[in-house]
């Protein structure tokens, strides 16, 4: 599909977020830890916090399209009352994952966890912003903005989940895919509901393209609290892993880069 100008508009206005989501420690541990336990650990606090970011995702589509549909904006909303029933019950999958991995460490580690302890962690505030911003969004007279959400946060299985998968499966090994369900699953679906999304974003700037900005800044939005909240994520699986993380190599990297720019300048 030919891009519109708005279209093109809004990924120039979303791109700075883009580009800060990339650099994130939590999206860079997620890709590239190396070390068996820190990675496992992140994976039991991502999946066991990501609960909460999912359980309401059907009903904040559905809220958004209804919302749409009061205020005249009859196509949009019926599309995401439509979509939003896909989204059903994919907190389930993660619990699922999640006993998969708290089985997996058990038998591994001598700190013993359950499933329980684990969906029972204190939400970090990354977590309460992302349930805000949807609320806002449907609560106000722009609710179309929740597809600039579902856009940017789909966007990112898409762009990151082949690397996260193959990132967990070489570094803990095969059986670790048994608890990797709803990454997997999203992987594969999120192609589509990112193609769904896009031409959804598309038809909401055929409606109106003054738009654009409202939605590159909600987009944006979601995409900091996201990455927010995989930062948050690294923090907190610390506690389980009773282990400090090695950062030694990151800024051996990092001042061997500084020293080589600060010597071509001179």
């Given at each position: 599909?030919?891009?519109?100008?708005?279209?093109?508009?809004?990924?120039?206005?979303?791109?700075?977020?883009?580009?800060?989501?990339?650099?994130?420690?939590?999206?860079?541990?997620?890709?590239?830890?190396?070390?068996?336990?820190?990675?496992?650990?992140?994976?039991?606090?991502?999946?066991?916090?990501s609960v909460s970011n999912t359980q309401?995702?059907?009903?904040?589509?559905?809220?958004?399209?209804?919302?749409?549909?009061?205020?005249?904006?009859?196509?949009?909303?019926?599309?995401?009352?439509?979509?939003?029933?896909?989204?059903?019950?994919?907190?389930?999958?993660?619990?699922?994952?999640?006993?998969?991995?708290?089985?997996?460490?058990?038998?591994?580690?001598?700190?013993?966890?359950?499933?329980?302890?684990?969906?029972?962690?204190?939400?970090?505030?990354?977590?309460?912003?992302?349930?805000?911003?949807?609320?806002?969004?449907?609560?106000?007279?722009?609710?179309?903005?929740?597809?600039?959400?579902?856009?940017?946060?789909?966007?990112?299985?898409?762009?990151?989940?082949?690397?996260?998968?193959?990132?967990?499966?070489?570094?803990?090994?095969?059986?670790?895919?048994?608890?990797?369900?709803?990454?997997?699953?999203?992987?594969?679906?999120?192609?589509?509901?990112?193609?769904?999304?896009?031409?959804?974003?598309?038809?909401?700037?055929?409606?109106?393209?003054?738009?654009?900005?409202?939605?590159?800044?909600?987009?944006?939005?979601?995409?900091?609290?996201?990455?927010?909240?995989?930062?948050?994520?690294?923090?907190?699986?610390?506690?389980?892993?009773?282990?400090?993380?090695?950062?030694?190599?990151?800024r051996k990297l990092n001042q061997n880069?500084?020293?080589?720019?600060?010597?071509?300048?001179?």
């Open positions: 599909m030919k891009q519109s100008q708005e279209m093109f508009d809004y990924n120039c206005l979303v791109h700075k977020a883009r580009t800060r989501f990339h650099i994130q420690p939590g999206i860079n541990f997620f890709l590239t830890q190396s070390d068996k336990k820190q990675m496992h650990a992140f994976l039991l606090t991502w999946t066991a916090l309401p995702v059907e009903g904040w589509i559905r809220r958004a399209g209804n919302k749409c549909i009061q205020l005249g904006y009859n196509k949009i909303g019926q599309r995401l009352v439509d979509h939003s029933r896909q989204e059903a019950d994919h907190d389930k999958m993660l619990v699922e994952d999640l006993e998969v991995l708290v089985q997996l460490w058990n038998q591994k580690y001598e700190n013993k966890i359950t499933t329980k302890e684990l969906l029972s962690l204190e939400l970090p505030q990354s977590t309460k912003d992302y349930v805000t911003l949807h609320e806002n969004v449907i609560n106000s007279d722009e609710p179309f903005r929740q597809v600039a959400i579902e856009f940017e946060i789909e966007r990112i299985s898409v762009n990151y989940g082949p690397r996260m998968l193959e990132s967990v499966m070489y570094s803990l090994g095969r059986e670790f895919t048994k608890g990797l369900g709803f990454l997997a699953e999203h992987v594969e679906l999120d192609v589509g509901h990112t193609a769904f999304n896009l031409r959804l974003l598309d038809s909401c700037f055929k409606e109106n393209k003054a738009w654009v900005n409202s939605m590159a800044e909600t987009g944006s939005t979601a995409l900091n609290i996201y990455g927010q909240f995989l930062n948050d994520c690294v923090v907190q699986c610390q506690k389980i892993s009773q282990q400090k993380l090695d950062l030694s190599e990151v880069f500084i020293d080589q720019f600060a010597d071509s300048i001179q």
